[in-house]
């Protein structure tokens, strides 16, 4: 008897239970190295030409689809004792790939190795969960081989009945995971078949209840079932009546799952599902096929289908578990898959989807951050923990540094700040390339400032500004991240001893921007009662550093424009503006490095030294806009 949707909680139907040989390992992570090149070696001395190109183009770039391909065609004409290992090879590095889950099980398969069948299931469906039809079709084919065949030829009723149900739950679990694709008809269609084949007065029934389902998902041949259901109703006997009030009540469904199908095809279409899973890339091509695919997760989260909630996760899992198959190494398909559980209100299986996402990317410190976020809104700290100094590990970057001393701060309360402070130690010992560079400094400098609202505050964040400066004082981007510090402060005074101390040090080829900041702060200081003498001395200093640099801005009346601008006011006047635009055409036209902003007003320097460049203080504006009280 067909039964009714199983929930998303079910697993695979175990087909045969024996414990399997263990497999050959190929390119074992402890395995020597030399040993596996001598292996290879010897494979290849033992093969075609052709075989011993592809092995050579996949060892060249082992992400080389096409070549990959052409070897596993290779490799389905060798004895399975022979190809095992290429399979494990391949579908270590492509573990998404359902076709080749599907290919390897039937080689297996041919060479009636059940129990590795088993296993090849088990991974495949189970643990990988691939989404791909024809790999569950292999599943639904297996079981009724092993499992009803053999009960029905034992003529056992009891055990009979056992296998039967047991076709049934694993007919229920294929539904739920693939039965919503547009390619599923096949799966419905076995579905069907093994109901009719019941042998009870009343199995109609159940052939109706089944097609009653199938007639309201859009699948690719759906007017044949269409078709084959109104034959099935009008063979009934005495059962006209009721078979038109049946036509009447599911033909609209049916009309609607039809315009389902057809916007579904249509972007089924843009994209190619059994695409090998390769790294992502930025090419036009990649962010089209990924705008493509962001159009399938927009229509199927619209709930065309207008399906109940159960239904509808399912559904949206099934293109989820799709996406991620295709994108595998893309860490936005994996995010979204999980943001998807949490909006579902499903936690539990965002964790799950974080947990795999880590380990098809382990190093995107985006994921770990994200996964870490997913911890820390559930109240789990240690876990939170646990995912940053797993990156730190493994991963270790100054940004991981940077962003685990803000997770710190926030999450340990009153000790928060302690905890940060460690952190902070530890990335000033650690010598991995990366690993401390200046933004742990100014991040950390500028945690204690926000953190703490007195002096003492600000007095460890110039500490730790200075303990900085000792390491980095070469560095133009932490310098006048410094600098906007000071200036936040209103220190002047420091920041004009800042200055001096930089610039007697940095090399002329860095320190370009430290001298602009410099003739901008005088700029600042003069619009604000400073001394204009100072201002022209900066000047002279600049332009005498930069011997090769025209400064168009210091010549003529040039100079005065572009010492009292200020944001982007210009004068009133024609003569004034038509003075500045005859400049901008003429700058156009080939200036050498003066004039590099030609922005209404705010190119112009001055005392438009508030004209930030945003990527040297995108630090200092990130942490201060998350003032931690």
């Not at 539904?175 to 009343?202: C, K, N």
Request: with cysteine; aromatic share 10%; charged share 30%.
């Amino acid at each position: 008897m067909a039964g009714s949707d199983s929930s998303e909680e079910d697993e695979p139907i175990a087909a045969p239970q024996a414990v399997p040989a263990p497999p050959k390992a190929w390119m074992d992570e402890d395995a020597d190295e030399e040993e596996e090149d001598a292996d290879l070696s010897q494979l290849q001395r033992q093969r075609t030409p052709k075989f011993k190109r592809c092995v050579a183009a996949v060892e060249k770039d082992q992400w080389n689809a096409d070549a990959w391909i052409a070897l596993m065609n290779e490799v389905q004409l060798l004895p399975i004792t022979e190809a095992r290992e290429h399979y494990e090879a391949f579908l270590k590095q492509f573990p998404t790939s359902g076709r080749w889950w599907k290919l390897y099980a039937e080689h297996e398969l041919r060479e009636k190795q059940y129990d590795r069948v088993q296993e090849i299931i088990k991974k495949s469906l189970m643990q990988l969960r691939c989404p791909n039809v024809d790999l569950w079709r292999f599943y639904l084919d297996f079981t009724k081989v092993v499992k009803l065949d053999v009960a029905v030829d034992s003529k056992d009723a009891a055990a009979i009945a056992t296998a039967r149900q047991l076709m049934v739950d694993a007919f229920e679990l294929a539904v739920e995971r693939v039965g919503g694709s547009i390619h599923a008809a096949p799966i419905w269609q076995m579905y069907l078949t093994f109901v009719q084949e019941e042998q009870d007065p009343q199995a109609f029934l159940n052939v109706r209840k089944l097609y009653h389902r199938m007639v309201m998902v859009p699948l690719n041949g759906m007017e044949t079932i269409w078709r084959d259901y109104e034959k099935f109703e009008r063979a009934i006997p005495n059962n006209e009546a009721l078979a038109q009030n049946f036509f009447k009540v599911f033909r609209p469904k049916f009309d609607a799952a039809r315009a389902v199908l057809r916007d579904r095809k249509k972007l089924y279409d843009q994209v190619n599902t059994n695409a090998l899973a390769v790294p992502a890339t930025s090419s036009r091509a990649d962010t089209a096929d990924m705008a493509n695919w962001q159009k399938i997760l927009a229509l199927e989260m619209g709930n065309p289908e207008r399906l109940d909630a159960l239904r509808l996760k399912s559904r949206m899992r099934y293109t989820l578990e799709l996406f991620v198959s295709v994108k595998r190494h893309y860490p936005e398909a994996w995010y979204q898959y999980a943001a998807y559980e949490n909006q579902a209100n499903d936690p539990d299986a965002a964790t799950s989807v974080f947990e795999r996402a880590i380990e098809a990317i382990p190093d995107s410190s985006y994921l770990h951050f994200a996964f870490a976020d997913h911890h820390e809104l559930r109240g789990d700290i240690p876990a939170a923990k646990a995912i940053y100094e797993k990156l730190l590990k493994d991963h270790v970057s100054a940004l991981a540094y940077v962003t685990y001393q803000r997770f710190a701060r926030r999450a340990y309360g009153a000790k928060g700040l302690a905890e940060a402070r460690a952190i902070f130690k530890r990335a000033r010992k650690d010598e991995r390339e990366g690993a401390c560079t200046y933004h742990v400094f100014a991040a950390s400098a500028l945690l204690e400032f926000y953190s703490d609202n007195s002096e003492a505050g600000k007095d460890i964040a110039l500490k730790i500004f200075e303990l900085g400066l000792k390491k980095c004082i070469q560095e133009p981007a932490y310098v006048l991240c410094y600098l906007d510090f000071l200036g936040h402060l209103n220190d002047d005074n420091n920041m004009r001893s800042l200055f001096e101390k930089v610039l007697s040090v940095m090399p002329s080829e860095v320190s370009r921007p430290i001298w602009d900041r410099y003739v901008e702060f005088e700029h600042t200081m003069v619009a604000s009662g400073g001394d204009l003498a100072t201002v022209a001395k900066v000047e002279a200093r600049r332009a005498m550093a930069f011997p090769d640099e025209p400064f168009v801005e210091m010549k003529g009346l040039l100079s005065i424009a572009h010492r009292y601008s200020f944001l982007d006011l210009r004068p009133p006047t024609s003569c004034d503006q038509n003075f500045l635009d005859m400049y901008r055409s003429s700058s156009r036209g080939g200036s050498s490095g003066a004039n590099r902003d030609d922005d209404d007003g705010e190119g112009m320097g001055g005392a438009g030294g508030f004209n930030i460049d945003m990527d040297r203080c995108a630090i200092f504006w990130l942490i201060a806009s998350v003032r931690v009280g």
